[in-house]
């Protein structure tokens, strides 16, 4: 299997207050969110993002950190799965010149709305089942994105990136270590239907024959 890496050392921390959101978020919060619509993107901050901006600032830090770990080049190409609209593809686009950038997302209204120069470059598509050919990729990517998914519906997706990804992969996924991450977590959390221990996702992507690297989301 892959490496426990943190490729997101450098994206920005926001400070969270988690009491304040377990408190606020109800059902029919969690059930809208998980519609991934504009409410979730750009509507309330209670259901989602509150509006979904490009910011340089998020991702142009991060992006030498996947150059130098997977040696990323212009003749590299590259597919993010769980995309939305497209930020993180257009750094790795800019910050390496002539590589192939994709991206995928269940949301029609994130790809309907994808940043400026990525429309071409985006597809609303299911990690579940990917709709590229065998090792079609150097790098995949998926942040925070294959935990929406039920955990048979997870292994499908870990399969899939596997199956396109010809050199390597990395995912960030929800996780927690102790009982206190894991009550954290469950107050954070809006969208996510798998939401496993670190050692539980270990054995998870064994099962699904993931080899890739990962990370956790941990608020």
């Given at each position: 299997?892959?490496?426990?890496?943190?490729?997101?050392?450098?994206?920005?921390?926001?400070?969270?207050?988690?009491?304040?959101?377990?408190?606020e978020?109800?059902?029919?919060d969690?059930?809208?969110a998980r519609q991934?619509?504009?409410?979730?993107?750009?509507?309330?901050?209670?259901?989602?993002y509150?509006?979904f901006?490009?910011?340089?600032?998020f991702?142009?830090?991060?992006v030498p950190?996947f150059?130098?770990?997977?040696g990323?080049?212009?003749?590299?190409?590259?597919?993010?799965?769980?995309c939305?609209?497209?930020?993180?593809?257009?750094?790795?686009?800019?910050?390496?010149?002539?590589m192939?950038?994709?991206?995928?997302?269940?949301?029609?209204?994130?790809?309907?709305?994808?940043?400026?120069?990525?429309?071409?470059?985006?597809?609303?598509?299911?990690?579940?089942?990917?709709?590229?050919?065998?090792?079609?990729?150097?790098l995949?990517v998926?942040?925070?994105?294959?935990?929406n998914?039920?955990?048979?519906?997870v292994?499908?997706?870990?399969?899939e990136?596997q199956?396109?990804?010809?050199r390597?992969?990395?995912?960030?996924?929800?996780?927690?270590?102790?009982?206190?991450?894991?009550?954290?977590?469950?107050?954070?959390?809006?969208?996510?239907?798998?939401?496993?221990?670190?050692d539980?996702?270990?054995d998870?992507?064994?099962?699904?024959?993931?080899?890739?690297?990962?990370?956790w989301?941990?608020?």
């Amino acid at each position: 299997m892959g490496t426990e890496v943190d490729l997101l050392a450098n994206y920005p921390r926001a400070k969270r207050n988690l009491d304040a959101r377990s408190q606020e978020k109800t059902a029919e919060d969690r059930y809208v969110a998980r519609q991934f619509g504009r409410e979730f993107f750009d509507g309330d901050r209670r259901v989602g993002y509150g509006g979904f901006t490009y910011d340089p600032r998020f991702w142009q830090p991060v992006v030498p950190t996947f150059q130098k770990h997977y040696g990323l080049t212009g003749e590299s190409s590259l597919l993010d799965v769980g995309c939305a609209k497209g930020f993180m593809l257009k750094d790795f686009a800019e910050a390496i010149p002539g590589m192939t950038v994709a991206g995928i997302d269940v949301s029609d209204y994130a790809i309907a709305n994808a940043v400026e120069g990525m429309e071409h470059f985006v597809q609303v598509a299911d990690a579940r089942d990917l709709p590229f050919e065998d090792d079609s990729f150097d790098l995949v990517v998926s942040v925070n994105t294959i935990h929406n998914l039920e955990r048979v519906e997870v292994v499908d997706s870990l399969r899939e990136i596997q199956r396109v990804s010809r050199r390597g992969s990395f995912v960030v996924v929800d996780a927690y270590r102790d009982a206190t991450e894991k009550d954290r977590i469950d107050a954070w959390n809006l969208t996510a239907l798998t939401v496993l221990s670190t050692d539980d996702w270990v054995d998870l992507f064994r099962e699904a024959g993931y080899t890739g690297d990962y990370f956790w989301f941990i608020p």
